[in-house]
């Protein structure tokens, strides 16, 4: 499994930082984007990264990773109280992009709660930047330089709250012929395994660009008779793409018809041309353009 499998696409969404200041959920996820530094919109063609974290532990533990940035460039995740030039700032930790851009930053930092008191956003947010290595100054706890068409800023209005039941699932990119992961496009499903619908959200990376695709149950044999469409959208430019929806499936997953009864099911991410919503089956096979589960999955569906 890459680690870079946790990496997944961006959406369209105005520029309004912010990360919950509340530490009382179990889990939760933010997302940064590169943005114009006059207007703070997205770039929809930038870099964009991707944050996980535990409010609830002692410690500000969280996952991070992002794509599209300077290659071989030192970066540091902080937390940036205002106002400028933030003093205060916290340093969360610190990586060097690899030659394509990506960058993996893990820690566990003691920041206590926030955001500080003395933050201009306090009570209701704090602002979490990826920034330049060279524009921090760590041991001072401020700003040092400001090149914002370089950074990467956090949205709120990509966030999402988990609760103790969330699941996830990676999609991937297979060899058509030997089934094994490979390289290239990939994605992340997070879903609730227990509901009374199929509650989901999906951002995926490395897509076709500029095509519909759409979210399938795919229940064995071919042509997957009985499957269920769960979502669609097309990819942008650089095939990125990012979807949410709840689908009332009416029936738990995996179906007791599908081969793979009762071990699991599988969760694929298909052309939208390649699959057949009303009749509910495959109707063409392009794998190469598809991202398909790394692992069966189950969902009970709680109104049935």
């Known amino acids: 499994m890459k680690k870079y499998l946790l990496l997944i696409a961006v959406a369209i969404i105005m520029a309004t930082p912010a990360v919950s200041s509340a530490l009382t959920l179990t889990k939760e996820y933010l997302w940064l984007f590169e943005k114009d ?54 340093c969360l930790g610190s990586g060097t992009s690899d030659s394509d851009g990506r960058l993996h930053i893990s820690e566990t930092p003691n920041t206590g709660d926030l955001p500080k008191e003395f933050d201009g956003n306090y009570p209701t947010r704090a602002k979490i930047w990826l920034v330049l290595t060279t524009d921090v100054d760590c041991a001072n706890q401020q700003m040092v330089g400001w090149q914002p068409e370089r950074y990467l800023f956090e949205d709120d209005a990509s966030n999402v709250t988990y609760d103790d039941n969330q699941d996830t699932l990676d999609l991937v990119k297979k060899d058509p012929v030997t089934w094994d992961i490979v390289a290239g496009a990939e994605g992340k499903l997070y879903f609730d395994p227990s509901a009374s619908t199929f509650d989901f959200s999906l951002c995926a990376c490395g897509l076709k660009p500029s095509s519909s695709y759409t979210l399938i149950y795919y229940p064995d044999p071919w042509p997957g008779a009985g499957l269920i469409c769960l979502g669609s959208k097309s990819s942008n430019s650089l095939g990125k793409l990012s979807m949410s929806g709840s689908v009332e499936t009416n029936c738990d997953l995996p179906i007791a018809t599908d081969v793979n009864y009762p071990n699991g099911a599988k969760i694929w991410l298909v052309l939208s041309d390649d699959v057949d919503c009303t009749t509910q089956q495959m109707i063409g096979w392009n794998p190469a353009d598809y991202l398909f589960e790394y692992d069966l999955t189950k969902f009970n569906d709680t109104d049935i």
């Open 37 to 90: 530094p006059v207007t703070w919109d997205v770039n929809d063609n930038g870099a964009w990264g991707y944050m996980d974290y535990r409010p609830e532990y002692k410690t500000f533990a969280f996952w991070f990773g992002a794509l599209g940035l300077e290659a071989n460039t030192d970066y540091t995740l902080i937390y940036y109280p205002d106002p400028w030039p933030g003093a205060g700032l916290i």
